[in-house]
């Protein structure tokens, strides 16, 4: 069956769809021996699909897995780095981060700390850092002063960045300092660097930036242990499916299909 090259690399988790994309547009890619091209359809049953010379084969499709992990600071939310910067695929096991796909989910710049997801399902990379699909991130932040209650109306309505509105946002105070603020931030984009440009235009820098849920996965859930910074843990069933369910990819009491690696 007719497939987009992107979407059958990011199934075969390769890579996410978008850097298949990439892989695609640097002629990485080869389909029956020609150069691909972004879009293209293949039928993987019938078509050889090489990477960088090294063939693809529908059998090599590792397990999806799902986790969550606690980001340090100092670590880079890619794959690897030129820089030679800690990853965050240096605080999973080898047996995990090898010839898996394995991939975080969006970014955490590196000053910041908290919740990533890790996975080598494309499909659900895809959908979660699609724009269409409104998956809301909790941070709590600590920034230089005390913002006014205009600032926050402002910060919640909307503030002209990069020549377009950001989202409304969810902000609450929840504790003040002699020289700052720490607040609970709730958005439902992630342009990069955003909650730390839109704080330094309304006057107030971010010290402290800690992301501790993504949708209803929390890295402290009340009631139970919090997640070490620089672990990780597999996401329960539930928690995969929510995401889907998050995402509009099936229903929530649809169980088909999902495994992950908890007992």
């Not at 091209?37 to 993987?44: F, L, R, S, Y």
């Not at 397990?63 to 969550?68: F, G």
């Not at 990853?87 to 989910?105: C, K, M, Y």
């Not at 710049?109 to 494309?122: F, K, P, Q, R, V």
Request: net charge positive; glycine share 8%; charged share 25%.
């Amino acid at each position: 069956m007719d497939t987009r090259l992107q979407k059958f690399l990011s199934q075969m988790g390769i890579a996410s769809r978008r850097q298949a994309e990439v892989m695609i547009s640097q002629s990485r890619v080869r389909v029956n021996g020609i150069v691909a091209q972004i879009g293209q359809k293949v039928d993987p049953e019938c078509d050889r699909i090489t990477i960088d010379g090294k063939a693809i084969a529908i059998a090599q499709r590792p397990q999806l897995s799902y986790l969550l992990l606690h980001k340090p600071a100092g670590v880079v939310s890619t794959c690897d780095d030129p820089q030679g910067r800690p990853t965050v695929l240096d605080l999973i096991p080898p047996e995990l981060a090898a010839g898996q796909g394995i991939h975080p989910v969006g970014r955490l710049d590196a000053d910041s700390t908290g919740a990533l997801i890790l996975t080598n399902d494309g499909d659900l990379t895809f959908w979660l850092t699609h724009p269409s699909h409104s998956i809301p991130k909790t941070y709590r932040v600590v920034v230089e002063g005390h913002p006014t209650e205009s600032t926050l109306k402002r910060w919640r309505h909307g503030i002209k960045l990069d020549g377009r509105m950001t989202r409304t946002a969810r902000i609450r105070v929840i504790k003040k300092y002699a020289q700052s603020t720490q607040l609970e931030i709730i958005l439902q984009e992630g342009r990069n660097r955003q909650i730390r440009r839109v704080a330094e235009i309304l006057g107030h820098s971010v010290i402290e930036l800690h992301r501790t849920a993504i949708g209803s996965i929390q890295l402290h859930p009340p009631g139970k242990a919090s997640l070490p910074e620089g672990s990780y843990r597999l996401l329960t069933d539930w928690e995969i499916r929510d995401l889907k369910h998050q995402c509009n990819q099936f229903p929530i009491n649809d169980s088909a299909g999902l495994r992950s690696k908890n007992p």
